[in-house]
Nanobody, 121 residues
Framework: QLQLVESGGGLVQPGGSLRLSCAAS????????IGWFRQAPGKEREGVSC????????NYADSVKGRFTISRDNAKKTVYLQMNNLKPEDTGVYYC??????????????WGQGTQVTVSS
């Protein structure tokens, strides 16, 4: 079974930082690209960032370029999303999904619980 668990969200002020984690179990993370998505209230999920299996290729939505950094530690079976200079529009539930390639075309496995990020003064 492909299982991913998100963590690290919280409440921060604009300009603050958070690091999200996506921890895998039941799979060898080496074989998968991992994408981060987010969903704001009343909105559809949108892609935020993606990293390939080796970590050598990454991409980002225009809205987060220069502020977010995706990375992975396959030995720890974890993918990270470092979020700096957070803005209120970054607020939402963040999800990670496995895929064969970046950007994510077809996800492997189902959506997890996600982790809530709230940016507010």
């Amino acid at each position: 079974q492909l299982q991913l668990v998100e963590s690290g969200g919280g409440l921060v002020q604009p300009g603050g930082s958070l690091r999200l984690s996506c921890a895998a179990s039941g799979i060898n993370l080496d074989y998968y690209s991992i994408g981060w998505f987010r969903q704001a209230p009343g909105k559809e999920r949108e892609g935020v960032s993606c990293i390939n299996n080796s970590g050598g290729s990454t991409n980002y939505a225009d809205s987060v370029k220069g502020r977010f950094t995706i990375s992975r530690d396959n030995a720890k079976k974890t993918v990270y999303l470092q979020m700096n200079n957070l803005k209120p529009e970054d607020t939402g539930v963040y999800y990670c999904v496995a895929a064969l390639n970046c950007p994510v075309t077809v996800q492997l496995g189902s959506w997890g619980q996600g982790t809530q990020v709230t940016v507010s003064s």
